[in-house]
């Protein structure tokens, strides 16, 4: 549940505070990339 006024309207990602904010995964939208995709994607672009 987004509790964040920024992120309810720009989301989390626009947010000036998004590198230093410690709740952008509990009251903001923000969610981690999987490991697993990422891991994959790193793999295709050295191909």
């Not at 309810?8 to 947010?15: E, N, R, W």
């Amino acid at each position: 549940m987004t509790l964040c006024p920024i992120a309810l309207v720009a989301g989390c990602k626009k947010c000036p505070a998004f590198t230093v904010c410690p709740l952008k995964g509990v009251i903001g939208d923000y969610k981690k990339p999987d490991e697993t995709q990422t891991k994959q994607n790193a793999v295709e672009k050295k191909m």
